[in-house]
């Protein structure tokens, strides 16, 4: 049998920081819902079940969520990007997916978002 890479997924984060250029917008937190996909090999850690060998998304998640309530963006490309690099900095991590939904952002509009993805230079799957 032939192991493809686990995902993880970390789903709807709602959370609220400074985002965008408008005047109100640099005066008054906002929502935005974050999703995380991550792919890495579990198979070390499904073998073994051992806490070792696992993806730390705790920490992982901890760390995004100290950005986004710390910091202050003008975009919604720049936040995505920040958390992208947060989720491909372990290096077990193969590829990386974020989307950054910013609800009410227009007026006839449940949320506008946006989406990135990464991966492993090295990584040919």
């Known amino acids: 049998m032939r192991h493809e890479l686990s995902r993880i ?4 984060l709602r ?13 008054k937190r906002q929502d935005v819902v974050v ?4 792919d890495y090999d579990a198979l070390p ?11 730390d998304y705790k920490g ?18 720049k936040l995505v990007s920040d ?3 947060i989720a ?3 290096p077990e991590v193969r590829r990386a997916e974020v ?16 989406a990135m993805a990464a991966r492993r230079d090295d990584d040919v799957r």
């Open 15 to 27: 959370l609220r920081t400074f985002i965008g250029f408008n005047t109100e917008e640099q005066e």
């Open 83 to 85: 958390i992208l690099d």
């Open 9 to 12: 997924r970390i789903k709807d």
């Open 60 to 77: 992982i998640t901890k760390r995004i969520i100290a950005h986004i309530e710390d910091n202050r963006f003008l975009l919604l490309e």
């Open 99 to 114: 989307e950054v939904d910013k609800p009410h952002a227009l007026r006839f509009s449940d949320s506008v978002s946006l």
């Open 45 to 55: 850690a499904a073998r073994s079940d051992d806490v070792e060998h696992a993806l």
């Open 88 to 90: 491909m900095a372990p």
């Open 35 to 38: 999703n995380v996909t991550i």
